[in-house]
Each structure stands twice: as C-alpha cells, then as structure tokens.
C-alpha cells in the first residue's frame, strides 16, 4: 500500500490515522421504536447498552499531548491497568517525549513512556500512583468480520476529547507497507474498519460489542474513505503482563529477520510459500546465529505456537524476558531442526 499518511509528522515509519465512515440504515417501512442495542459484559454476564457501555468505559480513555523536538501533537491512550498503565501509539507517546494525559474529569498530569517500540507502533506511559478505571483486553482471535466496534478518542484536538464513533470490522489480518526510512517496513495483522476516526484518535482503543479492547488504532490510507487499521491488543498483551509482574520490560531480541507467506508475495508475486516464517538475513552475532539458525530456514513454530505470521512469533517472544530461550521448531531443506536461542535485550528488531 502506497501512500500512507504520516500522523502529526511524529516519525516516518507510522502513519496516522483516521477514517471517514458513513453511518447508513436500511431503508424500509416506518416500524415501532427499535429497542436499544445491548452487549454482554464478559465479567458479569449482565447485559447493558451500547450508551450504558460507552459511558461505562469512557473513564477508561486518556486524551495525550506531546512535545518533542520543538513539535506538538495530540494523541489517545487507553487504561489497561488499575495502577495507570496506559496504551497508545508510539508515534504518539515516543520515549523522551514530553507528555501530558487529560482525564476524563478533566484532570491533567505530566507522565512519560516507560517504553515504546517503533516498529510495532505502541508504546505504554504510566501514570501517578492511584486506583484508575482500567478497560478489559479482549483478543483478536475472538473478531469476525462484520461484528460492530466502536472508538473512543480524541479527533483533532482536545475541545472533541471522548469522541465516540462506532461501526463494523471490515476485514482481519491486514498488512500495509510503509515507508520507514531509505527501506520498506510492514504492519500485519491489522484489523481493518470503517469507523470514523481522525488525527487525535491515534492510541486509542477499538473496542468489541463486550466493551473489551481488541485494538489500539494507529494508521489509514489517505486516498480512501471509511478504511482505517488497528493494531490487534494480543500482541500488546504480554508486553502489559510484564509491567504488571515486574513493574519494567526490555524488549528481547533474537536477531533474526523474517517474513511470512503473505509478505513473501510483496517481494515475489511467484512465491509458493504457504507455511511459516521465511528468515531472510540473521545478524552476526546473535542469538539466532548461535543457535544455528540460517538464512534460508523457515521457522514453523515457537515455544509450540505455529508461526503463520510475525505477530504469532512476537507474542511467543514478548512473553519471555531477556535471558531466557525459546523452543524453535525450525525446516531446513525438508529436514526438521530443533533450535533453542537464548534472547537479548533489543531495539524493534525480531
């Protein structure tokens, strides 16, 4: 996908974000009031509507202003934790940002990223100490296509802080190409919908009908209408388990580069690869070099999860700390090996 649009001109690997979409409803004879649209929560089981859920959770979504490098913006996050941790985009709360969080009451803090990770667009900020309203993770694996989402965020600039737009998922496992620098970068696994979301929705949540987050909006493509993407809350969920557990996380490197079948098709439009993760260059001196892994391999499953994509591989990876293994099961000219690299710490990279 070409020209995808850079969000508050943060940084050239992310877009932004923001999707017109048309609320439209069917046209048929005059009917008696339609009853209220209602959703089950997980917890209780209760059933409560779409207004009741969005007043519920709504406590639980952060407006973000930024400052860095002379540049300002203005931003989303969403709740993930009793004690303040804070979901959004990396191209809105960088590390080394200036960053101030406005609350639903109104009230303002001065916070900043306790870590971000470019490539992957998300970045946690943790504020003051306190009891915070904290929203449920749901998971991607749980979407269809089809099922009515709504956001949360804060459109354009403060004044529209707590923006509520809502309609459907209109396509999973999505893969744009971005620009990232003088190479090429890709985002996968995206959910892709029609809800309308604008500069200032960037971090904050895509929510399912159980009022649960399935999705931290990030990127939309500027020539179109009614097509934006959010990040799946599953691969920001163990990165979260980490702070809860350990109050820190260092993002664990193995020190191979590696792209799924789909990716493959990108670079060539004959590839038969249908399984797997293809390592297409390993860095010297890694883990993955001392654990023998080559270019050429393809990485079929990790700690037992079969790798279809990157995003399966990362979950596998963002659950352990630096220091500890992972149980590769790896093909090599039809032989199956068993590898075992020991993880450092790391940048974005794989």
């Not at 809800?195 to 500027?222: D, F, H, K, Y």
Request: aromatic fraction near 4%.
């Amino acid at each position: 996908m070409k020209n995808v649009h850079k969000a508050m001109g943060l940084l050239a690997v992310l877009c932004a974000l923001a999707a017109l979409f048309a609320c439209t409803r069917e046209n048929s004879a005059p009917s008696p009031t339609p009853e209220p649209v209602t959703i089950r929560q997980q917890a209780t089981g209760e059933t409560e509507s779409l207004a009741d859920m969005v007043a519920r959770l709504s406590p639980s979504v952060v407006g973000i202003a930024t400052r860095q490098n002379g540049q300002q913006g203005i931003g989303s996050g969403v709740i993930v934790s009793a004690d303040g941790y804070i979901l959004t985009n990396h191209h809105v709360a960088a590390e080394g940002a200036e960053v101030t969080l406005i609350f639903a009451d109104g009230t303002k803090e001065l916070a900043s990223a306790v870590w971000s990770s470019q490539a992957l667009d998300l970045a946690i900020v943790k504020a003051r100490e306190g009891s915070y309203p904290a929203a449920a993770m749901g998971s991607v694996e749980d979407v269809r296509v089809g099922e009515q989402v709504v956001a949360i965020g804060t459109p354009l600039a403060l004044q529209f802080q707590h923006t509520v737009t809502g309609g459907i998922v209109s396509a999973l496992n999505r893969t744009l190409q971005v620009p990232s620098g003088r190479s090429t970068a890709f985002m996968e696994q995206l959910i892709q919908t029609d809800v309308a979301i604008n500069p200032g929705n960037s971090g904050g949540p895509l929510l399912n009908q159980r009022g649960e987050v399935i999705g931290i909006v990030t990127v939309r493509v500027e020539e179109a209408a009614g097509i934006g993407f959010a990040i799946p809350i599953d691969i920001a969920r163990p990165i979260v388990e980490h702070f809860l557990a350990d109050g820190s996380y260092v993002t664990p490197k193995m020190g191979a580069y590696l792209f799924d079948s789909e990716i493959a098709r990108y670079y060539d439009a004959n590839s038969t690869m249908t399984t797997g993760l293809y390592v297409i260059d390993v860095e010297p001196g890694s883990a993955a070099q001392s654990a023998g892994i080559q270019t050429g391999d393809i990485l079929l499953r990790a700690d037992g999860r079969e790798c279809k994509t990157l995003l399966d591989l990362r979950y596998v990876l963002f659950s352990h700390r630096v220091g500890e293994t992972l149980e590769l099961e790896v093909q090599r000219n039809g032989e199956i090996l068993h590898l075992t690299p020991k993880l450092t710490a790391a940048g974005d990279e794989i």
